[in-house]
Nanobody, 124 residues
């Protein structure tokens, strides 16, 4: 059984930083595509960063230059370093993994496993 457990969320002031962690267990596929997503009340879940086996990353314009995704594969842990946080970054953050693919997709439906989320709140 696959488990993804996020941690590291919290409350910070605008301009602050946080590092999220996601510990994965039970993944059968070696180094699948993994990503970070967020959702705030009344809004759709959106991708904030993704990482492929070959090291290729993707960031939407909203997080490019401020967020960095990385992985420590021996520790089965995915990270999201978030710098220069803004109030609009406030959301529940989720990590996700694809079951059988090293290549990522922009479609949320392509991700097979999801964590429970960790809350990030940024005050002005």
């Amino acid at each position: 059984q696959v488990h993804l457990v996020e941690s590291g969320g919290g409350s910070v002031q605008s301009g602050g930083s946080l590092r999220l962690s996601c510990v994965a267990s039970g993944l059968a596929y070696d180094r699948p595509c993994m990503g970070w997503f967020r959702q705030s009340p009344g809004k759709e879940r959106e991708e904030v960063a993704s990482l492929e086996r070959i090291g290729r990353t993707y960031y939407p314009d909203s997080t490019k230059g401020r967020f960095t995704i990385s992985a420590d594969y021996p520790k089965n842990t995915l990270y999201l370093q978030m710098n220069n946080l803004k109030p609009e970054d406030t959301a529940m953050y989720f990590c996700a993994a694809r079951r059988d693919y090293a290549i990522c997709s922009r479609s949320l439906g392509a991700y097979d496993y999801w964590g429970q989320g960790t809350q990030v709140t940024v005050s002005a």
